[in-house]
């Protein structure tokens, strides 16, 4: 089946530093989608992406949709001690109605 | 509205018991879900609704059993839990199945004793 691929599983940034996150995938996709779930609280979407190349930006971070359609990534600048928590990517092809998730990043903010 | 509200918040049910978990949306999604989520890992998908009609069940056990009421509400009904199907339990919607971004909801948060 499809996969996402989402590296390293922890990182541990200092507060004010900016942080990049990739997601790979063998397979196209044609929505892109970036999460963040604080502990007991559901997945947030930060930005979503529907065309190939595409940049978008919403206050601090910034992703863009590969021009592959099989990876984007997801930038933070000037990180802040709310930004704590895991960030998933989450891909759909257009053909199924199946949501494929990364196995998400868990992001560490040092004040 | 861009919520998607999930009542209840937290539930603690036995493995005798009948629940039921409520999802609600107001944005004219026509499209709905539920997802489990275990500790650390990604949401995994088990019943999506399009147009009010269950579309997929990802081989989910009977004793789990998803209801839409209309384009607005999604119920999921539990009965004779195991204690590994504690978990949070997520609703989303989306514009349509296949093309737009989830809303999620907070979640509730399950555990079967």
């Known amino acids: 089946g499809q996969q996402l691929n989402q590296s390293p599983q922890s990182m541990f940034i200092q507060e004010g530093e900016d942080v990049s996150m990739n997601c790979t995938s063998s397979?196209?996709?044609?929505?892109w989608l970036w999460y963040k779930q604080d502990p007991g609280e559901g997945p947030v979407l930060l930005i979503a992406?529907?065309?190939?190349?595409e940049l978008t930006s919403n206050g601090r971070l910034t992703a863009q949709f590969g021009i592959t359609r099989k990876d984007s990534f997801l930038n933070i600048s000037a990180s802040i001690p709310s930004d704590v928590g895991i960030y998933f990517c989450a891909g759909l092809n257009g053909a199924n109605s199946k949501l494929t998730f990364g196995k998400g990043i868990t992001l560490s903010v040092r004040p | 509205d861009t919520e998607v509200t999930q009542t209840p918040k937290h539930l603690v049910m036995g493995m005798t018991n009948k629940k039921s978990l409520k999802c609600e949306q107001h944005?004219?999604?026509?499209?709905m879900y539920w997802y489990k989520q275990k500790a650390k890992k990604p949401p995994e998908l088990m019943f999506v609704y399009s147009y009010e009609k269950l579309s997929i069940n990802e081989s989910v056990p009977s004793r789990f059993s998803p209801e839409c009421p209309n384009s607005s509400l999604l119920n999921l009904h539990l009965h004779a839990l195991q204690p590994e199907d504690s978990a949070l339990y997520l609703c989303?919607?989306?514009?349509?199945?296949?093309?737009?971004?989830?809303?999620f909801g907070s979640g509730t948060r399950l555990t079967v004793v």
């Open positions: 989303a919607s989306s514009q349509d199945e296949f093309n737009y971004g989830y809303t």
């Open positions: 944005m004219g999604h026509r499209a």
């Open positions: 397979s196209i996709f044609n929505t």
């Open positions: 992406l529907y065309k190939a190349g």
